[in-house]
């Protein structure tokens, strides 16, 4: 079975933003798709508070991703990649990036309306509309849905194939 491939830039202004969560459409080609492999190939944010890193995660439970927190599917985590002091009447810019690779879940079903949870590493919520800024390039893997075939079944990872 082939493949598509799509990327998704998604930013604050883009979004609608709400308490600890942004609501993405990922699926904007309005293909039915069994499933969807996703994936936050980048990740930066700015702000005027230490967070000490910022865990982007969904409400969704994936069959492929398992946690001790307990919070949903992690995507990624960013850390702390640079700060920017300024004047001493000014404060200071925490910038963060994506520390190594995001996970990589599989979701069933299309991706309309997916939900992006912020918090810090503790696990306290991250008030996203009080960050400076947010942006993140997903990239989104799924069946082309053509390529479907009667033998559908068989070509889905399920839990106990993964």
Known sequence: MEFVERYVFVDKPSS?????????????SGARVPYTQ???VSVVV???VNHQGIVLSLDQDAPNFN???????????????????????SPDIYNYALSGEGSKPLLYGSL????????????SSIV???LDAITILFKCTCPKPKEITNAFSEQIPLPSRV
Do not use: Q, W
């Open 38 to 40: 996703i994936e936050v």
């Open 128 to 130: 996203a509309d009080s």
């Open 112 to 123: 309309d309306n997916l939900v992006l949870t912020i918090t810090n590493t503790a696990g």
């Open 67 to 89: 946690s001790s927190r307990n919070m949903g599917t992690v995507l990624g985590v960013a850390g702390l990649n640079t700060i920017a002091v300024n004047e001493p009447d």
């Open 16 to 28: 609608s933003v709400y308490g600890n969560h942004m609501k993405i459409n990922l699926n904007s």
């Open 46 to 48: 700015s702000d005027n």
